[in-house]
């Protein structure tokens, strides 16, 4: 079994010579990352004949987990050979979950709720973007306030999970970009996060949007799995993230719910309301406000897919989807169309799904078993699959 992590990283790299990006990061040996292109037919006869042997894998929790991730590299090979996958087929085949569809008579009942519950009167879109404006932090001012957060967020999952010795990650500013925030793992316990400052920053966004790429989520996920499977017992295949793949419906769910991990709602609210809307010069009730939107809102986390499966599977127009995401994610024109833009993305295109299910899966978890579920989570290879039992 000694080559089966490097027959995996090997291969990911060749998928990626065809799909830019399939690899979210890196930091296992260099001479295995040979990135040349190669006859679609033979990675896919080549992820074929690595699924066959993944299954003599001894250790039942790694055999479970390259099962599921092998299983999406053939789904990415069949893809890059020009096979037509239904688009439902191609969620299934790459996250090994179901794609869903929304209700729309419960994204109504939502609009009519958030309609009594934001200020001002006139059409619900123009009465959040009044209130987000007045709870942008200015792009100069982003990581002075995100650093008290970010302290804040450390101290506690310390506390509560623990950190391996030696990890860190910087913060950069950027534009043009599909995605509000996103975690580059780097290796060597270390990462980068970006903020796509595009879109306003919002003050009561700031806390979730640290948990989630940081701590306790895609950073604290990545650095403790490197330490804990990739340097104590030799898991070399942990060493590498792949965008297209069920372990980010896990990565995701736990991000999604990184702040609760580590901070109850009353915890959040009392901070936010305090310290931090007098740190950014915000009006508290402003906070409260979009503090009791975004609970209503939580009814709304079905928008993207839906917008996606009626683009990728109905046939919908750009036009039809950017219409549908103004009206059920109360968006501008900027954000629905930077909606649009990501579940157009070749390689977020089946990925939106990992939010909500990812969400709702580890979610349960964590109502299930609480702190000791998600410290599971961050430190053991665990599948779709497994949540769902």
């Not at 009942?109 to 123009?126: K, Q, S």
Request: charged content about 25%; aromatic content about 6%.
């Amino acid at each position: 079994m000694s080559d089966i992590a490097e027959r995996y990283v090997r291969l990911a790299h060749a998928i990626d010579a065809h799909s830019e990006g399939f690899i979210d990061g890196y930091g296992g040996p260099q001479d295995w990352a040979v990135r040349e292109t190669r006859d679609p037919q033979a990675l896919r006869d080549e992820a074929q004949a690595l699924l066959a042997d993944v299954a003599g894998v001894p250790e039942p929790g790694r055999r479970a987990w390259l099962d599921v991730q092998v299983r999406a590299m053939h789904t990415m090979t069949r893809l890059l050979s020009g096979e037509a996958i239904p688009y439902a087929d191609e969620v299934r085949g790459l996250y090994d979950i179901e794609p869903r569809r929304a209700d729309l008579g419960a994204l109504d009942a939502a609009l009519a709720e958030l309609d009594a519950t934001l200020p001002g009167i006139g059409p619900l879109p123009a009465r959040e973007e009044a209130l987000r404006a007045r709870l942008a932090v200015p792009r100069g001012e982003i990581l002075r306030v995100a650093q008290p957060i970010l302290a804040e967020l450390r101290a506690r999952v310390t506390e509560r999970f623990g950190l391996p010795q030696g990890e860190d990650f910087s913060i950069e500013l950027v534009t043009d970009r599909p995605w509000s925030g996103y975690n580059w793992p780097l290796g060597n316990l270390r990462s980068r996060i970006d903020i796509n400052t595009d879109l306003p920053v919002l003050l009561p966004a700031l806390p979730d949007l640290m948990a989630h790429e940081g701590y306790p989520g895609h950073h604290t996920e990545h650095a403790t799995k490197e330490a804990r499977l990739v340097r104590e017992r030799g898991w070399v295949e942990h060493g590498i993230q792949l965008i297209n793949a069920p372990e980010c419906v896990v990565s995701e769910g736990i991000a999604v719910n990184a702040l609760r991990a580590v901070m109850t709602r009353e915890e959040l609210e009392a901070w936010l309301t305090g310290d931090l809307a007098a740190l950014a010069g915000v009006d508290p009730e402003d906070i409260r406000t979009f503090l009791t939107a975004s609970h209503v809102k939580k009814a709304l986390g079905g928008v993207s897919g839906e917008a996606a499966m009626r683009l990728h599977a109905d046939g919908a127009t750009e036009a039809e989807v950017l219409d549908f995401l103004r009206t059920y994610a109360l968006a501008s024109d900027a954000r629905a169309a930077q909606s649009l833009r990501f579940i157009q993305n070749p390689n977020f295109r089946a990925y939106i799904f990992t939010y909500s299910v990812g969400g709702d899966l580890v979610g349960a978890e964590l109502d299930r078993g609480g702190a000791d579920a998600y410290a599971r989570l961050l430190r053991e290879p665990v599948t779709p699959g497994q949540l769902r039992a």
